[in-house]
């Protein structure tokens, strides 16, 4: 009897040996899992740097957040996406699509001028972005600084239509570098529930008759109104595919970089960037071999620095000259007094020809040319719709009494010299001054040093 007791504990401490043993390689192994597991996903992803795969790749690994959506051979950005912004040639953009042939459509996040439709799109608008031919202005493809055809062949959709289920891209344009965006686009980013919609009124490309076409409201509305009312425009550009990421992450506050850089004078600055003078914020309107055009980020302020400092334009008429009471006066004289860097300014072109509210030729307000340090922008300068209930340097054609100031719709809006309005001062810089730090985005403007003369 005692030898089967034996045998029987025996057989029990083995079975309760091995049960856990494997109790116990069980839990290493889901242990190990778990840690492999958290260690997969503590790695960070590693995308292409290549621009076209990059989007693709990215939209696949998070495809709820970034939503690009295959239809017809195009990839195209759908609904409240975040994870589209680029920093390209100083501007922010909103990556559109990706084309059949792997090219790569942006559009600005911002109204970068406001303009009247015109007798037809080219009359006006694609004139002010492209410079096709000497009646061109090319005001925005000079600002881009275009080198080694960067630009691609552009789609700009010429569609006329009456009603928005007929809205497509059949008639097909491309002989402009720049165009705007089409209605069929906007609709298929999803309407007014999009990243298009910027909360700005904005032509697009599309007419509805020969005297009306198609705009985008603050409300992301789609509608028409007559070729003479003033929107905002919003360039269209096509760059390639295979472009290289180089910094970025595609968000607001990370937009993708597509070029190293090197920034060591004004010269080297982009239209659009940001930049510190005075101990406010500037932004660069326009630039030439020897300086740079820059404006204001805000109203002068009055004594107290809290609110804008109003004034009438002039006490006699809308002539732009200085020796007078006059707005242009103060900022030289006044204003040029109070800035402690005043030696980095110097004298630059600003716009004084007039403006037809029936013509509506923009062409005309570059005509006419004056040279001070510092003045204000004309009316269809980049940026120059930004702060409402500002003065313009832009007269009417027909009353030598009127002056254009901004309309709290951000568009032109035609007042009396002797009405006071708020300044929104422009000046000019040497473009040899050193740039010491920042990289140019509004949260980071460049901080500015000596000329590179020791000035």
């Keep these: 009897m005692k030898k089967n007791k034996k045998r029987k504990i025996k057989k029990y401490v083995i079975f309760n040996i091995a049960s856990i043993i494997f109790v116990f390689s069980v839990g290493i192994f889901f242990l190990g899992r778990m840690i492999y597991a958290k260690i997969e996903s503590e790695k960070p992803v590693t995308y292409s740097s290549i621009l076209r795969e990059r989007l693709i790749e990215q939209s696949e690994e998070d495809f709820v957040d970034n939503a690009l959506v295959l239809t017809n051979g195009i ?28 090219t790569v459509s942006l559009v600005t996040e911002e109204t970068i001028t406001s303009l009247a439709y015109g007798n037809t799109i080219r009359s006006n608008i694609l004139s002010w972005l492209n410079k096709e031919d000497s ?15 960067e630009l691609q062949k552009n789609l700009v959709c010429m569609d006329d239509f009456r009603e928005l289920e007929s809205a497509g891209c059949f008639e097909k344009n491309y002989d402009y570098k720049i165009g705007i965006l089409s209605v ?57 595919g295979d472009i ?24 080297d600055l982009y239209v659009g960037e940001y930049l510190t003078f005075n101990n406010t914020l500037w932004r660069v309107v326009s630039k030439n071999a020897n300086k740079m055009k820059i404006v204001s980020e805000d109203c002068l302020k009055d004594e107290d620095g809290e ?48 403006y037809s509210l029936e013509e509506n030729n923009y062409r005309d307000i570059f005509l006419s040319q004056v040279s001070f340090p510092i003045g204000i922008l004309a009316a269809f300068e980049p940026f120059a719709f930004e702060i409402p209930n500002t003065f313009l340097m832009t007269s009417s054609v027909d009353n ?14 035609e007042s009396m010299v002797t009405e006071s309005y708020a300044i929104r001062p422009a000046l000019y810089l040497k473009s040899d001054i050193q740039v010491t730090s920042g990289d140019g985005s509004y949260l980071s403007p460049f901080q500015l040093g000596g000329t590179q003369n020791g000035e």
Excluded: Q
């Design 184 to 240: 069929y686009d906007y609709l298929m980013a999803e309407g007014n529930e999009n990243f298009l919609n910027n909360e700005t009124y904005f032509w697009t490309s599309n007419t509805y008759d020969a005297t009306s076409s198609w705009y985008v409201s603050d409300s992301g509305l789609v509608g028409t109104n007559s070729n003479s009312t003033k929107y905002g425009i919003r360039p269209v550009i096509t760059i390639s």
């Design 307 to 354: 609110d804008c400092l109003v004034m009438p334009y002039s006490s006699y008429d809308n002539t732009p000259s200085l020796g007078e009471e006059n707005v242009l006066s103060y900022l030289n004289d006044t204003y040029y007094d109070s800035l402690a860097d005043s030696k980095f300014l110097t004298n630059g072109v600003f716009y004084a020809g007039s």
């Design 135 to 149: 009646n061109d202005t090319g005001i925005l493809e000079t600002a881009l600084e275009e080198k080694d055809d």
């Design 244 to 267: 290289s990421i180089v910094g970025g992450e595609g968000t607001v506050d990370s937009p993708f970089l597509l070029e190293e850089r090197t920034v060591n004078t004004l010269e």
């Design 75 to 102: 990839y195209r950005y759908v609904g409240k996406v975040d994870t589209n912004y680029v920093k390209y040639k100083g501007l922010i953009w909103r990556i559109l699509r990706i084309n059949e042939d792997g």
């Design 400 to 413: 030598d009494l009127s002056i254009y100031t901004v309309n709290d719709n951000h568009s032109l809006y």
